[in-house]
C-alpha cells in the first residue's frame, strides 16, 4: 500500500468515539483493503488489512471474542 494512498484515504472513527481523542480511525482502501491508524497520530503508522481479516476480526468483536 503506497503512503500516498494512505494519505488520500478518507478516515472516519466510529459514532461511539468519545471527544477524549482515544480513538483509531478507519479507511476503505482500495482492492477491498482497510487501513486503521490512532487518530492522536494521523500521520503515524498505519495498518492495512486484507477485506477476509477485517471482517473476522469484526465479526469477532461482535460475537465478544475479545471480551476481558
Known amino acids: 500500500m503506497a503512503?500516498?494512498?494512505?494519505?488520500?484515504?478518507?478516515?472516519?472513527?466510529?459514532s461511539h468515539s468519545g471527544s477524549q481523542g482515544d480513538c483509531v480511525e478507519v479507511a476503505w482502501?482500495?482492492?477491498?483493503?482497510?487501513?486503521v491508524r490512532d487518530s492522536k497520530n494521523p500521520t503515524g503508522?498505519?495498518?492495512?488489512?486484507a477485506a477476509?481479516?477485517?471482517d473476522s476480526f469484526t465479526?469477532?468483536?461482535v460475537?465478544?471474542?475479545?471480551e476481558r
Not at 500516498?4 to 466510529?14: D, I, N, Y
Not at 503508522?45 to 488489512?49: D, H, K, R, S, T
Not at 460475537?63 to 475479545?66: I, L, R, S
Request: hydrophobic share 55%.
Open 59 to 61: 465479526a469477532g468483536v
Open 29 to 35: 482502501l482500495g482492492e477491498g483493503a482497510v487501513g
Open 3 to 14: 503512503n500516498a494512498e494512505l494519505h488520500e484515504a478518507a478516515w472516519f472513527k466510529s
Open 45 to 49: 503508522p498505519a495498518l492495512v488489512f
Open 52 to 54: 477476509g481479516q477485517w
Open 63 to 66: 460475537a465478544g471474542a475479545f
